[in-house]
C-alpha cells in the first residue's frame, strides 16, 4: 500500500517558521518527483513547490518564492519543506504529492500519489 504522509504543521506567529516532512512508503519513489501544494478554507488547492529527481529543479510559486525552500532525501523517501517569515496567508493545509515527473505537479496540480493533509495555521 502506498502511502505519503505528512507531518510537522502546527500554529505558528508570523514571521516564524516551520518544517514539513512527507515519508513516503509502500513503492519506490525512484524517478518520481516530489513536491508540496496547500488548500486554504474556501479556495482551491494550489501549487507551492515541486523537486524532481535527477537534477534536483525545484519550482516555487511566486507566493513562495524566497521564503519557502523545497528538499528530499532520496535514501529516506521524503521531501521536506523549510518555511521561513511565515504570513497569515500561508495558513492552509498542506499536502505532499508524487509524479512520474515535474511536469504533472507544477502545471496541471496532478499528482499519482497524495498525502492525507497537515495543518499549517500562521497567527497575526
Known amino acids: 500500500q502506498v502511502q505519503l504522509v505528512e507531518s510537522g504543521g502546527g500554529l505558528v506567529q508570523t514571521g516564524g517558521s516551520l518544517r514539513l516532512s512527507c515519508v513516503a512508503s509502500g513503492r519506490t519513489f525512484s524517478g518520481y518527483a516530489m513536491g508540496w501544494f496547500r488548500q486554504a478554507p474556501g479556495k482551491e488547492r494550489e501549487f507551492v513547490a515541486v523537486?524532481?529527481?535527477?537534477?534536483?529543479?525545484?519550482y516555487y510559486a511566486d507566493s513562495v518564492k524566497g521564503r519557502f525552500t523545497i528538499s528530499r532525501d532520496k535514501v529516506k523517501n521524503s521531501v521536506y519543506l523549510q518555511m521561513n517569515s511565515l504570513k497569515p496567508e500561508d495558513t492552509a493545509v498542506y499536502y505532499c504529492?508524487?509524479?512520474?515527473?515535474?511536469?504533472?505537479?507544477?502545471?496541471?496540480?496532478?499528482?499519482?500519489?497524495w498525502g492525507q493533509g497537515t495543518q499549517v495555521t500562521v497567527s497575526s
Open positions: 523537486r524532481g529527481w535527477n537534477n534536483g529543479a525545484t
Open positions: 504529492a508524487a509524479a512520474p515527473s515535474v511536469g504533472p505537479l507544477l502545471f496541471k496540480g496532478a499528482g499519482d500519489y
